[in-house]
């Protein structure tokens, strides 16, 4: 969890149960929470004890309080299917069909496609062993080529 700004703070204290710790002098400001972090932390842990991540992550968001828990590869993958992100797109068909992760940023006027499945051990080593045996063309005949 963050609470990156006063407001999200005091929302913080206040759904944590200690609203007077977002009034306190050595708190109300993040360069004061800075300054006062060892005092502060153990206030702050002593009530998140009291409920479990996933309690917390609900009732935290629900408050407009930045949060998430740590996940593992496989949970951070559920949360996202959760969430409706889709985060698992098909590479390829039949035999050579794979699983893989979507692409996390997507442009509408050049969406990612996921046409084609990661190539077999050597699938294309003929090709490039063929292509990186030929000698270099002289700069001035590349035309813009490069290796």
């Given at each position: ?6 407001g999200q703070f005091r929302r913080?204290?206040?759904m944590l149960?200690i609203p007077?710790?977002?009034d ?7 360069a004061?929470?800075t300054?006062?972090?060892e005092q ?18 609900r009732?935290l ?7 998430g ?5 496989d949970?951070?993958?559920?949360m ?7 985060p698992?797109?098909t ?9 893989t992760?979507?692409?996390p940023?997507g ?16 699938e294309?080593?003929d090709e490039l ?5 030929e000698?270099?063309e002289p700069?001035?005949e ?6």
């Amino acid at each position: 969890m963050t609470a990156a700004n006063d407001g999200q703070f005091r929302r913080l204290c206040e759904m944590l149960g200690i609203p007077e710790i977002a009034d306190d002098p050595r708190f109300a400001r993040n360069a004061g929470r800075t300054a006062n972090r060892e005092q502060l932390r153990p206030l702050l842990v002593e009530r998140l004890v009291t409920r479990g991540a996933t309690e917390w992550f609900r009732l935290l968001v629900e408050a407009g309080v930045p949060s998430g828990p740590i996940n593992t590869i496989d949970g951070g993958l559920a949360m996202a299917d959760r969430f409706g992100l889709a985060p698992v797109v098909t590479l390829g068909e039949g035999d050579r069909a794979v699983p893989t992760t979507r692409r996390p940023i997507g442009f509408s006027a050049t969406p990612a496609t996921y046409r084609l499945p990661s190539p077999e051990l050597d699938e294309h080593g003929d090709e490039l062993r063929k292509r990186l045996s030929e000698p270099e063309e002289p700069e001035e005949e590349s035309h813009g080529r490069t290796r």
